[in-house]
T-cell receptor, first 117, second 111 residues
Framework: ETGVTQTPRHLVMGMTNKKSLKCEQH?????MYWYKQSAKKPLELMFV???????ENNSVPSRFSPECPNSSHLFLHLHTLQPEDSALYLC????????????????FGQGTRLTVV | GENVEQHPSTLSVQEGDSAVIKCTYS??????FPWYKQELGKGPQLIID?????GEKKDQRIAVTLNKTAKHFSLHITETQPEDSAVYFC??????????FGTGTKLQVIP
């Protein structure tokens, strides 16, 4: 148990569906992230939130919409996805130090295995 | 942007032998190099990290070395055990939470 909980663990959705992924961290961290992990590819950073404010959007298609209502919760809203969006979606959190100039350990959740059919 | 290359993609070793995974990075501004272990069905978990002001760091059977001049860093696992079997990721960052990961090494320790 890393202190970062993701639900659901598995999700199968059609291309016309709308679904949401949920992440909750119990570590008191001030930064949260969404990563995409596809087979044989590096982890891809999608979104970064610092103190509930989005500070990074790595050219992610608009069919992925993040939401961070508070520093402990992070959502990823999904709509009209494509089969190539099938992947493991990982949430992580960390404590930003030094105005962001100092990296600290990121704690990952177990991920949501998403299959788009 | 930063580019991290990791080798090998798969590695099989006999239990008790050593395993070495190597990574190179491109951005000379990177100053933080974490290594993560990902077991089946779990998210990545930090096992060791090193900052640019240090050339080597050790934690029991795990050690990491960093050569800033050559822009490469390596993970060394000694006396490997079956529970070391997992996928290992190296990463590099220059700060501001922008961490670039390698493609991963699947390590198999054969009993």
């Amino acid at each position: 148990e890393t202190g970062v909980t993701q639900t659901p663990r598995h999700l199968v959705m059609g291309m016309t569906n709308k679904k949401s992924l949920k992440c909750e961290q119990h570590l008191g961290h001030n930064a949260m992230y969404w990563y995409k992990q596809s087979a044989k590819k590096p982890l891809e950073l999608m979104f970064v939130y610092n103190f509930k404010e989005q500070t990074e959007n790595n050219s992610v298609p608009s069919r992925f919409s993040p939401e961070c209502p508070n520093s402990s919760h992070l959502f990823l809203h999904l709509h009209t996805l494509q089969p190539e969006d099938s992947a493991l979606y990982l949430c992580a959190s960390s404590q930003e130090v030094g105005g962001g100039t100092v990296n600290t350990e990121a704690f990952f959740g177990q991920g949501t295995r998403l299959t788009v059919v | 942007g930063e580019n991290v290359e990791q080798h090998p993609s798969t590695l099989s070793v006999q239990e008790g032998d050593s395993a070495v995974i190597k990574c190179t990075y491109s951005d000379s501004a990177s100053n933080y190099f974490p290594w993560y272990k990902q077991e089946l069905g779990k998210g990545p978990q930090l096992i060791i990290d090193i900052r640019s002001n240090v050339g080597e760091k050790k934690d029991q059977r795990i050690a990491v070395t960093l050569n800033k001049t050559a822009k490469h860093f390596s993970l060394h696992i000694t006396e490997t055990q079956p529970e070391d079997s997992a996928v290992y990721f190296c990463a590099a960052s220059g700060g501001y939470q922008k961490v670039t990961f390698g493609t991963g090494t699947k390590l198999q320790v054969i009993p």
